[in-house]
């Protein structure tokens, strides 16, 4: 099963807002990774964290490894309905070792 | 460059049957990784090949078996499939030193 708790599991927003999610593990990981799934495709990685505390940006999107090593956040700015689709988070122990990814956030952009 | 690319993109398949899926990493990349994805959940490890070799397995039953070619594609083989193997099966690539896979589009099996 999964190692990582994903939340929330899905989000309804308006076109223009802002969006918010979390990835919390029990372990301690030394890389976390966030990804964008669309239907029928694999996942796209969106931002990589090699360092607790460090804050990294991609466009609108910001996302946190956190200082515990246990958790991490994604943000997106001013949403537009392309944000639309799956995001996961996934956390890795080390370069040789397997991702664990979250159950992931659907999130539905309203235009 | 072409990207990850995985054969075939969908296969049905009857219970108790065996089936091979291939993956063909980015190239230059020796390392390839397979994982499981359910609907409604996100992707599982099952295998870690880098330079042939087995680097790491999840916890899937012997049923599932992998390898790597020297030119670093890779097969996944299922074998008595059940229903319950139905998933999408991504297939990510990468240099082996670099976290952070890239991945295919996927093979949809179902199982029926």
């Known amino acids: 099963g999964q190692q990582l708790n994903q939340s929330p599991q899905s989000m309804f927003i308006q076109e223009g807002e802002d969006v918010s999610m979390n990835c919390t593990s029990s372990?301690?990981?030394?890389?976390w990774l966030w990804y964008k799934q669309d239907p029928g495709e694999g996942p796209v990685l969106l931002i990589a964290?090699?360092?607790?505390?460090e804050l990294t940006s991609n466009g609108r999107l910001t996302a946190q490894f956190g200082i515990t090593r246990k958790d991490s956040f994604l943000n997106i700015s001013a949403s537009i309905p392309s944000d639309v689709g799956i995001y996961f988070c996934?956390?890795?122990?080390?370069?040789?070792?397997?991702?664990?990814f979250g159950a992931g956030t659907r999130l539905t952009v309203k235009p | 460059d072409a990207g990850v690319t995985q054969s075939p993109t969908h296969l049905i398949k009857t219970r108790g049957q065996h089936v091979t899926l291939r993956c063909s990493p980015i190239?230059?990349?020796?390392?390839v990784s397979w994982y499981q994805q359910v609907l409604g959940q996100g992707p599982q490890f099952i295998f870690q090949?880098?330079?042939?070799?087995?680097?790491g397995r999840g916890n899937f039953p012997d049923r599932f078996s992998a390898r790597q070619f020297p030119n670093y594609s890779s097969e996944l083989n299922v074998n008595a499939l059940l229903l319950g193997d139905s998933a999408l099966y991504l297939c990510?690539?990468?240099?082996?030193?670099?976290?952070?896979?890239?991945f295919g589009s996927g093979t949809r099996l179902t199982v029926v």
């Open positions: 090949y880098y330079e042939k070799e087995e680097r």
């Open positions: 372990s301690i990981f030394n890389t």
């Open positions: 996934a956390g890795q122990l080390g370069n040789n070792n397997d991702m664990r």
């Open positions: 990510a690539s990468s240099m082996g030193t670099n976290p952070g896979y890239t």
């Open positions: 964290l090699y360092k607790a505390g």
């Open positions: 190239s230059g990349h020796k390392s």
